[in-house]
Protein backbone atom coordinates (compact mmCIF):
# COMPACT_ATOMS: atom_id res chain seq x y z
CA UNK A 1 0.00 0.00 0.00
CA UNK A 2 1.21 3.16 -0.72
CA UNK A 3 1.90 5.89 1.64
CA UNK A 4 -0.47 9.35 1.74
CA UNK A 5 1.59 12.50 0.60
CA UNK A 6 2.77 14.42 3.98
CA UNK A 7 1.97 17.91 1.71
CA UNK A 8 -0.54 19.75 0.28
CA UNK A 9 0.63 19.43 -3.54
CA UNK A 10 -1.85 22.58 -4.34
CA UNK A 11 -0.37 24.85 -1.49
CA UNK A 12 3.60 23.33 -2.87
CA UNK A 13 2.57 24.31 -6.33
CA UNK A 14 1.52 27.81 -5.65
CA UNK A 15 4.76 28.30 -3.32
CA UNK A 16 7.04 27.05 -6.32
CA UNK A 17 4.74 28.90 -8.69
CA UNK A 18 5.37 32.42 -6.95
CA UNK A 19 9.29 31.15 -6.91
CA UNK A 20 9.39 30.45 -10.49
CA UNK A 21 7.95 34.10 -11.40
CA UNK A 22 9.76 35.84 -9.32
CA UNK A 23 12.90 34.46 -10.18
CA UNK A 24 12.27 32.64 -13.56
CA UNK A 25 12.93 28.86 -14.34
CA UNK A 26 17.06 29.28 -14.63
CA UNK A 27 17.92 31.07 -11.37
CA UNK A 28 15.59 29.10 -9.54
CA UNK A 29 17.61 25.74 -8.49
CA UNK A 30 16.43 22.75 -6.77
CA UNK A 31 17.92 24.18 -3.27
CA UNK A 32 16.03 27.43 -3.50
CA UNK A 33 12.44 25.42 -4.28
CA UNK A 34 13.10 23.04 -1.32
CA UNK A 35 13.14 26.23 1.08
CA UNK A 36 10.30 27.84 -0.48
CA UNK A 37 8.02 24.62 -0.48
CA UNK A 38 9.12 23.03 2.56
CA UNK A 39 9.48 19.92 0.60
CA UNK A 40 12.90 18.15 1.32
CA UNK A 41 15.00 17.39 -1.96
CA UNK A 42 13.82 13.44 -2.10
CA UNK A 43 10.10 14.54 -1.48
CA UNK A 44 10.19 16.97 -4.34
CA UNK A 45 11.84 14.29 -6.60
CA UNK A 46 9.52 11.63 -5.90
CA UNK A 47 6.70 13.35 -6.10
CA UNK A 48 7.68 15.88 -8.95
CA UNK A 49 10.58 14.20 -10.54
CA UNK A 50 13.11 17.10 -11.10
CA UNK A 51 12.85 20.63 -11.06
CA UNK A 52 12.20 20.76 -14.78
CA UNK A 53 8.96 18.65 -14.40
CA UNK A 54 7.36 20.65 -11.78
CA UNK A 55 8.67 23.74 -13.55
CA UNK A 56 5.25 22.17 -16.51
CA UNK A 57 3.37 21.49 -13.84
CA UNK A 58 3.35 24.81 -12.97
CA UNK A 59 3.35 26.32 -16.12
CA UNK A 60 0.22 23.95 -16.51
CA UNK A 61 -1.85 24.81 -13.49
CA UNK A 62 -0.62 28.80 -14.28
CA UNK A 63 -2.10 28.64 -17.80
CA UNK A 64 -5.28 27.12 -16.81
CA UNK A 65 -5.74 29.59 -14.38
CA UNK A 66 -5.05 31.86 -16.73
CA UNK A 67 -7.21 30.86 -19.27
CA UNK A 68 -10.34 30.64 -16.78
CA UNK A 69 -9.73 34.21 -15.77
CA UNK A 70 -10.52 34.96 -20.05
CA UNK A 71 -13.12 32.75 -20.28
CA UNK A 72 -15.02 32.40 -16.57
CA UNK A 73 -17.97 34.33 -15.90
CA UNK A 74 -19.80 34.20 -13.26
CA UNK A 75 -21.97 36.61 -12.40
CA UNK A 76 -23.61 36.64 -15.76
CA UNK A 77 -22.08 39.80 -17.16
CA UNK A 78 -22.43 41.07 -20.97
CA UNK A 79 -19.24 39.95 -22.86
CA UNK A 80 -18.51 43.58 -22.90
CA UNK A 81 -18.75 44.11 -19.55
CA UNK A 82 -16.56 41.03 -18.61
CA UNK A 83 -14.05 42.31 -20.72
CA UNK A 84 -14.20 45.13 -18.60
CA UNK A 85 -13.64 43.56 -15.43
CA UNK A 86 -11.01 40.84 -16.73
CA UNK A 87 -8.70 44.07 -17.10
CA UNK A 88 -9.51 46.36 -14.24
CA UNK A 89 -9.56 43.32 -11.91
CA UNK A 90 -5.95 42.83 -13.59
CA UNK A 91 -4.48 46.56 -12.31
CA UNK A 92 -3.74 45.27 -8.73
CA UNK A 93 -2.03 42.55 -10.10
CA UNK A 94 0.32 44.56 -11.99
CA UNK A 95 0.49 47.65 -10.55
CA UNK A 96 2.97 48.89 -8.15
CA UNK A 97 4.07 48.09 -5.43
CA UNK A 98 2.79 44.32 -5.68
CA UNK A 99 2.85 43.71 -9.56
CA UNK A 100 3.78 39.99 -10.97
CA UNK A 101 4.71 39.73 -14.56
CA UNK A 102 3.53 36.67 -16.79
CA UNK A 103 4.97 33.62 -16.20
CA UNK A 104 4.27 32.61 -19.97
CA UNK A 105 6.30 35.47 -21.23
CA UNK A 106 9.29 34.61 -19.19
CA UNK A 107 9.26 31.03 -20.19
CA UNK A 108 9.15 31.59 -23.52
CA UNK A 109 11.53 34.02 -23.12
CA UNK A 110 13.64 32.38 -21.31
CA UNK A 111 13.51 28.83 -22.34
CA UNK A 112 11.62 28.94 -25.80
CA UNK A 113 14.26 29.53 -28.34
CA UNK A 114 16.11 26.03 -26.63
CA UNK A 115 13.57 24.18 -25.64
CA UNK A 116 10.81 23.62 -27.97
CA UNK A 117 8.33 21.71 -25.43
CA UNK A 118 8.31 25.01 -23.73
CA UNK A 119 7.94 26.97 -26.58
CA UNK A 120 4.90 25.23 -28.36
CA UNK A 121 3.31 25.23 -24.77
CA UNK A 122 3.62 29.16 -24.50
CA UNK A 123 2.84 29.52 -27.93
CA UNK A 124 -0.59 27.43 -27.44
CA UNK A 125 -1.70 29.02 -24.22
CA UNK A 126 -1.35 32.31 -25.94
CA UNK A 127 -3.27 31.09 -29.10
CA UNK A 128 -6.16 29.97 -26.12
CA UNK A 129 -6.13 33.14 -24.57
CA UNK A 130 -6.90 34.71 -27.72
CA UNK A 131 -9.30 32.42 -28.90
CA UNK A 132 -11.29 33.30 -25.61
CA UNK A 133 -11.04 36.55 -26.08
CA UNK A 134 -12.55 36.43 -29.59
CA UNK A 135 -15.50 34.24 -28.64
CA UNK A 136 -16.31 37.45 -25.78
CA UNK A 137 -15.75 40.10 -28.50
CA UNK A 138 -17.87 38.02 -31.79
CA UNK A 139 -20.70 37.61 -28.58
CA UNK A 140 -20.35 41.36 -27.61
CA UNK A 141 -20.42 42.48 -31.66
CA UNK A 142 -23.85 40.16 -31.82
CA UNK A 143 -25.08 41.91 -28.34
CA UNK A 144 -24.52 45.54 -29.76
CA UNK A 145 -22.03 46.08 -26.84
CA UNK A 146 -19.12 45.86 -29.38
CA UNK A 147 -18.63 47.80 -32.59
CA UNK A 148 -17.97 45.87 -35.26
CA UNK A 149 -15.90 47.88 -37.42
CA UNK A 150 -13.03 45.05 -36.58
CA UNK A 151 -13.37 41.70 -36.48
CA UNK A 152 -13.45 39.67 -33.36
CA UNK A 153 -9.89 37.77 -34.57
CA UNK A 154 -8.33 41.23 -34.84
CA UNK A 155 -9.40 42.52 -31.69
CA UNK A 156 -8.73 39.83 -29.41
CA UNK A 157 -5.18 40.03 -31.01
CA UNK A 158 -5.44 43.36 -29.58
CA UNK A 159 -7.19 42.50 -26.52
CA UNK A 160 -4.13 39.25 -25.77
CA UNK A 161 -1.49 41.44 -26.65
CA UNK A 162 -2.89 44.14 -24.23
CA UNK A 163 -3.71 41.99 -21.49
CA UNK A 164 -0.33 40.33 -21.68
CA UNK A 165 1.05 43.42 -22.24
CA UNK A 166 0.06 44.80 -18.99
CA UNK A 167 0.86 41.47 -17.53
CA UNK A 168 4.39 41.65 -18.43
CA UNK A 169 4.89 44.84 -17.81
CA UNK A 170 4.70 44.38 -13.86
CA UNK A 171 7.86 43.57 -14.06
CA UNK A 172 8.97 47.44 -14.84
CA UNK A 173 6.56 48.36 -11.86
CA UNK A 174 4.27 50.69 -13.50
CA UNK A 175 1.30 52.83 -11.19
CA UNK A 176 -1.95 52.15 -10.82
CA UNK A 177 -2.79 55.28 -13.17
CA UNK A 178 -0.49 53.90 -15.91
CA UNK A 179 -3.11 50.96 -16.26
CA UNK A 180 -5.86 52.72 -15.96
CA UNK A 181 -4.59 55.04 -18.94
CA UNK A 182 -3.43 51.79 -21.08
CA UNK A 183 -6.79 50.30 -19.77
CA UNK A 184 -8.72 53.27 -20.83
CA UNK A 185 -7.42 53.31 -24.53
CA UNK A 186 -8.38 49.18 -24.45
CA UNK A 187 -11.58 50.29 -23.77
CA UNK A 188 -12.51 52.84 -26.52
CA UNK A 189 -11.15 50.16 -29.26
CA UNK A 190 -14.53 48.27 -28.21
CA UNK A 191 -16.30 51.40 -29.61
CA UNK A 192 -14.11 52.24 -32.55
Given at each position: ???????????????????????????TS?????????????????????????????????????????????????????????????????????????????AA?????????????????????????????????????????????????????????????????????????VI?????????
Amino acid sequence: MARPLGFDRTEVLRKATELFNERGYTRTSTRDLVAATGLNESSLYNSFGNKRALFVEVLTAYDSQLWTSVVENKDGRSARENIEYLFTTLIDHVSYPHGQGCMLLTAANELGQGDEEIRNYTVSAYQKITEGFESLLQQGQTDGDVSSKKTPAQLALFFTNAYQGLRSGAALEPSHEACEDVISVAFAVLDD
